[in-house]
């Protein structure tokens, strides 16, 4: 089965730190941009930050700009996202998803297409409270 999982998550206190990781199989991962994406209780899907297939291009909202890194290992066929300065607002389901390299960066993370975007795992859950 093509999917990603995710690990990585738990519970932290707000200004702590976590590394997520998404490990895919059954595809040919670095043919592929790759997102990380939330969704927190009540919430739509959230593009969080995504990362290009193979020129390292990025994106990040926002709301994580200078506090999570994006990057991936073709090698490992896996993802990271390094989280630092975690806020409560940060709480939320995190979720990899793929994108058709004709699809820009940008576009994929800015706009949640869910049904657009492939290989979704199960996600890991962050909780940031004290």
């Known amino acids: 089965q093509s999917q990603f999982v995710e690990s990585g998550g738990g519970l932290v206190q707000p200004g702590g730190s976590l590394r997520l990781s998404c490990v895919g199989s059954g595809f040919t991962f670095h043919y592929y941009h790759i997102g990380w994406f939330r969704r927190a209780p009540g919430k739509e899907y959230e593009g969080v930050s995504c990362i290009s297939n193979s020129d390292g291009t990025t994106y990040y909202a926002d709301s994580v700009k200078g506090r999570f890194t994006i990057s991936r290992d073709n090698d490992k066929n896996t993802v990271y996202l390094q989280m630092n300065g975690l806020k409560p607002e940060d709480t939320a389901d995190y979720y990899c998803?793929?994108?058709?390299?004709?699809?820009?960066?940008?576009?994929?993370?800015?706009?949640?297409?869910?049904?657009?975007?492939?290989?979704w795992g199960k996600g890991t859950l962050v909780t940031v409270s004290s």
């Open positions: 998803a793929a994108a058709n390299p004709l699809t820009a960066v940008q576009n994929m993370c800015a706009t949640v297409d869910y049904y657009g975007l492939d290989y």
